[in-house]
């Protein structure tokens, strides 16, 4: 079984940046898709990236998050640049066993999220 615990998140003015963590450990963290997934109150929860061999974003990025991973230390990481007040939601951090799918539903390991709060 996988475990998966993010960090990272915290208030940050509009144009700041930030990096989220999640560290993983169980299973072998290499076979899984990593995704990272946001949810804003009142909101369903809605994909944002995912790496496997490769990258994959929503549309909504615009070239602002990196996706990362360093398979060595079973860490997944997400750089988010130019934040926006619509950032502002809890992150979380998912596996899945093969490729990447941008469902919430289509992952099997979820971490706690960790809150990310965007200001004017």
């Known amino acids: 079984q996988v475990h998966l615990v993010e960090s990272g998140g915290r208030l940050v003015q509009a144009g700041g940046s930030l990096r989220l963590s999640c560290a993983a450990s169980?299973?072998?963290?290499?076979?899984?898709?990593m995704g990272w997934f946001r949810q804003a109150p009142g909101k369903e929860r809605e994909f944002v990236a995912a790496?496997?061999?490769?990258?994959y974003y929503a549309d909504f990025v615009k070239g602002r998050f990196t996706i990362s991973r360093d398979n060595a230390e079973n860490t997944v990481y997400l750089q988010m640049n130019s934040l926006l007040p619509d950032d502002t939601a809890v992150y979380y951090c998912a596996a899945r066993l093969g490729g990447i799918l941008i469902s919430y539903t289509q992952y099997t390991y979820w971490g706690q999220g960790t809150q990310v709060t965007v200001s004017s």
């Open positions: 790496i496997s061999w490769s990258t």
């Open positions: 169980g299973g072998s963290f290499s076979e899984y898709s």
